[in-house]
Structure formats: structure tokens, C-alpha cells
């Protein structure tokens, strides 16, 4: 078993905490489970699919959706040997396309044209996503609530070509609702790729199974569940109590 050392905890979880742009702890996993974010079937498929390095992307077209919050938690969920880099610039990314190895995720704060830390657009954003066919994961966000409205901005809008676009693996909706106990937020749609073949809709689209996926099978998803059960049964909270509760034998790697 992998033993939980503190590098291989508080690298990540300071590189997670600096995608924080509004105060207060990042929540994890759990903490997305407990607010009715995310549900257990869900999280377990998260798990398993970005426990063996699917590179993911979360939308939501209104600010204050929870993209951020959402996207660090998800990051906590990566094989421990990920590095995570934060994708500042051509220059880092044009590094990370020089060296494949060793393999690195590289978190774009958000697909959006501003001057602001790891946003990507245009010539910036094409050469990020071609850092998925060099090897290395990807993990950002983007004001977009549907599939359609995704593509149309990485591909159509900054002319990303769909082979790269496919290299997202896992891509997840939110959708915010007001209700009597005030504002949720909930994973609406979830869309997957094995990498080579065009998204499929596991969640909360026409024909959407878990079933259908390619990343993931009953058997993976299951022994995800327990784990996710015994860590919140356990009280662990924070993204470092999840971090450490996680690191665990790894899940072969995508082919």
C-alpha cells in the first residue's frame, strides 16, 4: 500500500488551494456529498474514472456556480503520483509539452479571456489541450452549462481541434436551483470519452447510463462506493483528510 506521506499530501493540496477565489476552505469530496452536489453513484464513477487519470472539465455558465469548488475537489481525487501544475502561461505549458514524462496535470483556473492567474483563450488554450495528446492530464472549467455549449467554445470559438477535445475525458454540468432551504448546486449532466470516440452522456442526458461507460465498469464503481463510505463514515472532511484517506493501491492507468 502507498503510505500517506506528507509531500504526497500537501503538494496537491496547496496546488488545489490556490485555485481558491473566495475564501474559506476548499471542500472535498465528501463535503459535496454531504451538501447533495454530487450523489453516491455519481462520486463513485468521479472516483474511479479520475482515480486512474481521466483528465476532466466542470461547466456552469453563471459565476458563483461552484466550477472552482467543484474542479479542486475532483483534483483531490487524482493518482498520487500526478503531479499538479498550474497551466500560468505559454511558457509552462510549451514545458510540460517538451517533457511527457514524469506525467503532471495541468490546471487551467478557467477557460476565459482575462487577465487573470491560469486563464487560457485562443493560441494559449490550443497549445494546453495539446498537452493531453503529450501525455499529461488536464483539469479546468468554463462558463458553459450544456455539452453543445463546451464544444462550441474549445473548439468552435479558440479552434481547439476535436481530437484534443476528446482528450477531456469526463465532462460535468452544474446546474443551480433555489429551494425553501436557499441556493444548491447539483452535477446536472455528465458526458464521457475513452479518449478516442465523441462524449457519450452517462448522467442526465437522453440515453445517459453509467453503464455506458468506457473508463469506468460495476466492478470499479462498487469498490469506489466503498471506499467513499468508509472515508465519510470515518469523519474525514477537509481535502487533506480525503487526500490521506485515498492514497491507496492505484487503479491501472487509462490505455
Known amino acids: 500500500m502507498l503510505q500517506a506521506s506528507e509531500p504526497s499530501i500537501e503538494r496537491p493540496c496547496r496546488e488545489i488551494e490556490r485555485c481558491n477565489q473566495r475564501g474559506g476552505r476548499m471542500l472535498s469530496i465528501v463535503d459535496l456529498l454531504d451538501a447533495g452536489t454530487v450523489d453516491l453513484d455519481a462520486a463513485s464513477y468521479l472516483l474511479a474514472a479520475i482515480g486512474r487519470g481521466a483528465s476532466f472539465l466542470v461547466g456552469a455558465r453563471p459565476g458563483g456556480a461552484g466550477k472552482t469548488t467543484v474542479m479542486g475537489a475532483l483534483l483531490n481525487l487524482l493518482p498520487p503520483d500526478v503531479e499538479l501544475v498550474a497551466a500560468d502561461g ?49 483539469a479546468t472549467n468554463l462558463h458553459a452549462d450544456t455539452y453543445e455549449e463546451a464544444r462550441g467554445q474549445v473548439c468552435k470559438q479558440n479552434g481547439v481541434r476535436a481530437e484534443a477535445f476528446r482528450c477531456v475525458h469526463v465532462l460535468l454540468f452544474l446546474r443551480v436551483e433555489e429551494t425553501p432551504r436557499g441556493r444548491t448546486r ?13 462524449h457519450a452522456p452517462l448522467i442526465g442526458a437522453e440515453g445517459a447510463s453509467l453503464d455506458r461507460s468506457a473508463l469506468t465498469d460495476a466492478r470499479s464503481r462498487a469498490e469506489a462506493r466503498e471506499r467513499l463510505e468508509r472515508i465519510a463514515a470515518s469523519g474525514a472532511r477537509t481535502i487533506r483528510e480525503v487526500r490521506r484517506a485515498l492514497l491507496a493501491p492505484a487503479n491501472p492507468p487509462l490505455s
Open 90 to 138: 505559454l511558457a509552462t505549458i510549451e514545458a510540460g509539452l517538451r517533457s511527457p514524462s514524469p506525467r503532471r496535470c495541468y490546471i487551467c483556473h478557467e477557460i476565459g479571456d482575462g487577465p487573470y492567474y491560469a486563464y487560457l483563450w485562443g493560441a494559449a488554450l490550443r497549445r494546453y489541450f495539446d498537452l493531453a495528446e503529450a501525455g499529461h492530464l488536464l
Open 186 to 198: 447539483r452535477i446536472a449532466t455528465c458526458w464521457e470519452s475513452d479518449g478516442r470516440s465523441e
